[in-house]
C-alpha cells in the first residue's frame, strides 16, 4: 500500500471545498472597485462572461461544484491580461475532446501555465493535483514532456514569482486552508505528477 503524503491531506469541512475555494477568490477580487470578478460553480461546462447588461460584475464559471475545476478556471483568469478579461471566454476558441496528436500537442502547450497555477492552487488548498490532457476520447493522457513542463513552470513561480493575483489568490487559499507557503519550490516533485 502506498504512504500517503501527509502535505496533501483532505480537508474536511461541513462546506463543500468548491464553495470555500470560490469564497476565497471572491473575498480576493469580487470587490466592484477592484477586479470586480466572482467565481461561480454549478456549471455544465467552464466559461468566462464578462460585466454587461444586467451582469454587473464578471464571472468565472467552473462545472459543477467539482474543485479541480474551479482552481483551473481561477488560474485561466489570473493569467489572462486586462484586454482578455474583456472578452467572452478571454477570446479563445475551445477545440473540443477528440484532439488529434497535433492537436492535443498544441493544447498542451498553451496549458502549461495555468496548470502549473492549479497545481500551486490545489498544494495551498491541500488537494492533490492532476495533469488533464482533456482528451478522454482520443485516449491521450498527459505526456511526459507536458508534465515535466508543468512541474518546470511550477519551480519557475516558486522562483521567481507569479503575478499578483496568483500570489494574492494562493496565499488567500493558503490561510483559509491553514497551509504553508505554496510558493515553496521544494513541495513540488515531478513524480506527484505520475
Request: hydrophobic share 40%; proline share 6%.
Amino acid at each position: 500500500m502506498p504512504v500517503r503524503n501527509p502535505e496533501i491531506a483532505s480537508v474536511s469541512t461541513t462546506q463543500p471545498m468548491a464553495d470555500r475555494i470560490a469564497l476565497v477568490f471572491d473575498r480576493c477580487f469580487a470587490d466592484p472597485k477592484g477586479f470586480n470578478t466572482r467565481l461561480c460553480g454549478g456549471y455544465f461546462e467552464p466559461y468566462y462572461r464578462p460585466a454587461g447588461g444586467s451582469q454587473r460584475h464578471h464571472q468565472v464559471e467552473f462545472t459543477r461544484g467539482y474543485a479541480a475545476s474551479a482552481l483551473h478556471e481561477a488560474a485561466h483568469w489570473c493569467l489572462a491580461g486586462e484586454a482578455r478579461r474583456r472578452l467572452p471566454d478571454y477570446g479563445y476558441w475551445y477545440l473540443p475532446d477528440g484532439r488529434s496528436a497535433e492537436q492535443q500537442g498544441a493544447f498542451e502547450e498553451v496549458e502549461v501555465r495555468p496548470q502549473a497555477l492549479e497545481w500551486i492552487f490545489a498544494r495551498a488548498c491541500g488537494l492533490r493535483f492532476r495533469a488533464s490532457s482533456d482528451n478522454l476520447y482520443s485516449g491521450l493522457g498527459p505526456s511526459d514532456s507536458f508534465k515535466m513542463a508543468i512541474w518546470a513552470r511550477v519551480r519557475e513561480y516558486c522562483d521567481k514569482g507569479a503575478n499578483a493575483r496568483a500570489r494574492a489568490f494562493a496565499r488567500a487559499l493558503a490561510c483559509e486552508f491553514g497551509r504553508p507557503d505554496p510558493f515553496s519550490a521544494g513541495i513540488y516533485q515531478l513524480a506527484d505528477l505520475s
